[in-house]
């Protein structure tokens, strides 16, 4: 009896033994579906709470409006060289949507966090922890797109900025570089601040000073020597630039300043190497942290 017993038991744990092959075999799509269930699961936080996507809209609107009025009159050679003011802003007002939809990615986050549920997500069976950085980067990435899409839209409205769809297809490639490397900041300073009040202290504190040090308002040429060392530094002067050559401009030199000049090109490629910098950064903070 005694032996039977033993038998039935090593059967039954035989067949309960799991099988890692099956596992290995599909973790790439099991990589998906947890990236798809965890993007989804942001797209009903916000089609229950959609304020947020409408503040992004409404806070550059009023800054293209309202900023564009205030200037109007001005003559055009005190700020810009024989271009109209709105033309002018209209980039940097493109470029701070994107900036201040993004540094917002890590509020979701943030408030997982607090809430306990980053901590399942942590403890359960998932196929890869970097499909939680993956969503996040997908959802951001598209609700920034479709506010920058407007903000586009109410720019060819206004000043017809945009005359070619390949100038549109370049900027959403700016846009979207933007995007991402001030995504993956964001989603680093989500995991390392204490709290959401923390975080949305720090983003108010950035938020406008990382507008004015750029030249989203006013060229380099109009800004004092320190300032110009700033906004060459922001890495928002040089997307703010190449989408305003696409849009304005027809010489190749985007940015002058005491140390060089750059192309479009060049730009675009400083914008891409900050991306990859910045998420390879927070890839191996999350890695590090809770791996």
Same mark, same amino acid.
Request: aromatic fraction near 12%; proline fraction near 4%.
């Given at each position: 009896?005694?032996?039977?017993?033993?038998?039935?038991?090593?059967?039954?744990?035989?067949?309960?033994?799991?099988?890692?092959?099956?596992?290995?075999?599909?973790?790439?799509?099991?990589?998906?579906?947890?990236?798809?269930?965890?993007?989804?699961?942001?797209?009903?936080?916000?089609?229950?709470?959609?304020? /947020? *996507?409408?503040? &992004?809209? @409404?806070?550059?609107? !009023?800054?293209?409006? #309202?900023? %564009?009025?205030?200037?109007?009159? $001005?003559?055009?050679?005190?700020?810009?060289?024989?271009?109209?003011?709105?033309?002018?802003?209209?980039?940097?007002?493109?470029?701070?949507?994107?900036?201040?939809?993004?540094?917002?990615?890590?509020?979701?986050?943030?408030?997982?966090?607090?809430?306990?549920?980053?901590?399942?997500?942590?403890?359960?069976?998932?196929?890869?922890?970097?499909?939680?950085?993956?969503?996040?980067?997908?959802?951001?990435?598209?609700?920034?797109?479709?506010?920058?899409?407007?903000?586009?839209?109410?720019?060819?409205?206004?000043?017809?900025?945009?005359?070619?769809?390949?100038?549109?297809?370049?900027?959403?490639?700016?846009?979207?570089?933007? /995007? *991402?490397?001030? &995504?993956? @900041?964001?989603?680093? !300073?989500?995991?390392? #601040?204490? %709290?959401?009040?923390?975080?949305? $202290?720090?983003?108010?504190?950035?938020?406008?000073?990382?507008?004015?040090?750029?030249?989203?308002?006013?060229?380099?040429?109009?800004?004092?020597?320190?300032?110009?060392?700033?906004?060459?530094?922001?890495?928002?002067?040089?997307?703010?630039?190449?989408?305003?050559?696409?849009?304005?401009?027809?010489?190749?030199?985007?940015?002058?300043?005491?140390?060089?000049?750059?192309?479009?090109?060049?730009?675009?490629?400083?914008?891409?190497?900050?991306?990859?910098?910045?998420?390879?950064?927070?890839?191996?903070?999350?890695?590090?942290?809770?791996?």
């Amino acid at each position: 009896m005694i032996n039977t017993l033993h038998q039935s038991s090593l059967k039954y744990s035989a067949q309960l033994k799991p099988n890692n092959i099956i596992i290995a075999k599909n973790s790439k799509e099991n990589l998906l579906y947890e990236t798809y269930a965890l993007t989804k699961r942001l797209y009903i936080q916000l089609n229950r709470r959609p304020s /947020t *996507l409408i503040a &992004g809209i @409404i806070q550059p609107l !009023l800054w293209l409006i #309202l900023f %564009g009025a205030l200037f109007q009159n $001005a003559p055009i050679e005190l700020i810009t060289s024989n271009v109209q003011y709105g033309k002018f802003l209209s980039p940097g007002i493109i470029v701070f949507t994107a900036f201040t939809g993004s540094i917002n990615a890590g509020l979701p986050l943030m408030f997982d966090r607090e809430f306990g549920f980053l901590n399942r997500l942590l403890t359960a069976p998932l196929a890869s922890r970097e499909s939680l950085l993956i969503s996040s980067m997908l959802f951001i990435a598209t609700t920034t797109i479709l506010q920058t899409v407007i903000i586009i839209l109410f720019t060819l409205i206004l000043f017809h900025t945009i005359t070619h769809i390949y100038n549109i297809y370049m900027i959403f490639m700016i846009i979207l570089l933007i /995007t *991402l490397s001030i &995504g993956s @900041i964001s989603l680093y !300073l989500a995991f390392t #601040l204490p %709290g959401h009040i923390e975080f949305l $202290a720090f983003v108010l504190i950035i938020n406008l000073p990382t507008l004015f040090s750029s030249t989203a308002l006013a060229p380099l040429s109009f800004m004092p020597y320190w300032l110009q060392i700033i906004a060459s530094i922001n890495p928002l002067t040089y997307a703010i630039e190449s989408i305003r050559h696409i849009c304005i401009n027809s010489n190749n030199t985007i940015i002058q300043t005491a140390w060089f000049n750059l192309s479009i090109n060049e730009c675009i490629y400083l914008l891409l190497f900050m991306n990859i910098l910045s998420f390879i950064i927070v890839k191996n903070f999350i890695s590090y942290k809770f791996e």
